[in-house]
């Protein structure tokens, strides 16, 4: 079975605090991501990573950096918490073909709450 | 411009009482559609891909299907374990950014024992 675990389950910051959050898969899988989840707005990308040291822009990087320095782990970065960061984030892996596509692989979120 | 929207928002089931929801898409090419469950507080959990219009998946209750604009999930004489959101997404075929996932809104799913 594929694993994706996060970090942590649950953490609370102060505005203005840089923010770690990390996810690590045991798959092999080349593609990792990153989303928030809202309520009303669904699930959203911010980053996602089709290789070690690779990275592209999802569709709300703003506030958001990432990190990929070894294949099974990536790394979201929130350089100077604010409080509409507040949020469920979902890290996902997947496996790429060129003929199917993929399937992304969740693990089980951190809600994060900015005070 | 690619969409997915999923109906009804909330279905509320008596157990054993079937239903159907809706997932429909507008995509460039479609390469995949995907269906997740997610229970409050998790990570969404994978229930199926289909690839082609025609194509059928089943899962205990669960029965997936797929046309040229919308797919289905069957669920037949639920029970109240299968209360969660169902989300569902679709990728598509357009060149450059092609390994997003486009993501449906969910239907929250509770049935009542």
């Known amino acids: 079975d594929v694993k994706v675990t996060q970090s942590s389950r649950y953490l609370v910051k102060r505005t203005g605090e840089k923010v770690f959050l990390e996810c690590v898969q045991d798959m092999d899988h080349e593609n990792m991501f990153w989303y928030r989840q809202d309520p009303g707005l669904g699930l959203r990308l911010i980053y996602f990573?089709?290789?070690?040291?690779?990275?592209e822009k999802g569709d709300i990087p703003e506030g958001y950096s990432v990190s990929r320095e070894k294949k099974e782990r990536f790394s979201l970065i929130l350089e100077s918490a604010s409080t509409n960061q507040t949020s469920m984030y979902l890290c996902?892996?997947?496996?790429?073909?060129?003929?199917?596509?993929?399937?992304?692989?969740f693990g089980p979120g951190t809600r994060l709450l900015v005070l | 411009e690619d969409q997915v929207t999923q109906s009804p928002e909330a279905l509320r089931l008596q157990e054993g009482e079937s239903s159907s929801l809706n997932c429909s898409y507008t995509v460039s090419g479609l390469r995949g559609l995907f269906w997740y469950r997610q229970d409050p507080g998790k990570g969404p959990e994978f229930l199926f891909t289909l690839y082609s219009a025609g194509e059928e998946k089943e899962k205990e209750r669960l029965k997936a299907t797929l046309t040229k604009k919308e797919s289905f999930l069957h669920i037949t004489a639920p029970k109240p374990e299968d209360s969660a959101t169902y989300l569902c997404a679709v990728q598509g075929r357009r060149a450059g950014n092609n390994r997003k996932l486009i993501w449906g809104l969910g239907t929250s799913l509770a049935v009542n024992p």
């Open positions: 996902a892996s997947s496996l790429w073909d060129q003929g199917t596509g993929e399937t992304q692989y």
């Open positions: 990573s089709y290789d070690v040291k690779m990275k």
